[in-house]
Nanobody
Framework: QVQLVESGGGLVQPGGSLRLACAASGTVFSVGTMGWFRQAPGNQRDLVAY???????SYADSVKGRFTISRDNAKKTVYLQMTSLKPDDTGVYYC??????????????WGQGTQVTVSS
């Protein structure tokens, strides 16, 4: 069984910073694309950033220049460093990973979500 376990998140003032982390564990053979999505109340879940590999990343326009996604393949972990946070960044942040398990089947997995609130 594969699990994605998130950490980080919380309450921060506008202009502040937070770092999220998400680790894949369990029957993991390999991990492909990893990423972060967020969902504000009443809205759909939207892409924030992808890390296709340690050097191949992409971002939503709304977070370019403020957020940085990175991954540590040895630790099967993806990070999201968020700076210059705005109230519009508020929402539940979900980790995503395409994971190949021990049966050599690749499936999409999601973390449980972590709340990020940007407010003064």
């Amino acid at each position: 069984q594969v699990q994605l376990v998130e950490s980080g998140g919380g309450l921060v003032q506008p202009g502040g910073s937070l770092r999220l982390a998400c680790a894949a564990s369990g029957t993991v053979f390999s991990v492909g694309t990893m990423g972060w999505f967020r969902q504000a109340p009443g809205n759909q879940r939207d892409l924030v950033a992808y890390a296709h590999s340690e050097s191949d990343t992409s971002y939503a326009d709304s977070v370019k220049g403020r957020f940085t996604i990175s991954r540590d393949n040895a630790k099967k972990t993806v990070y999201l460093q968020m700076t210059s946070l705005k109230p519009d960044d508020t929402g539940v942040y979900y980790c995503y990973a395409a994971v190949e398990d021990w049966s050599r089947r690749t499936r999409d997995y999601w973390g449980q979500g972590t709340q990020v609130t940007v407010s003064s």
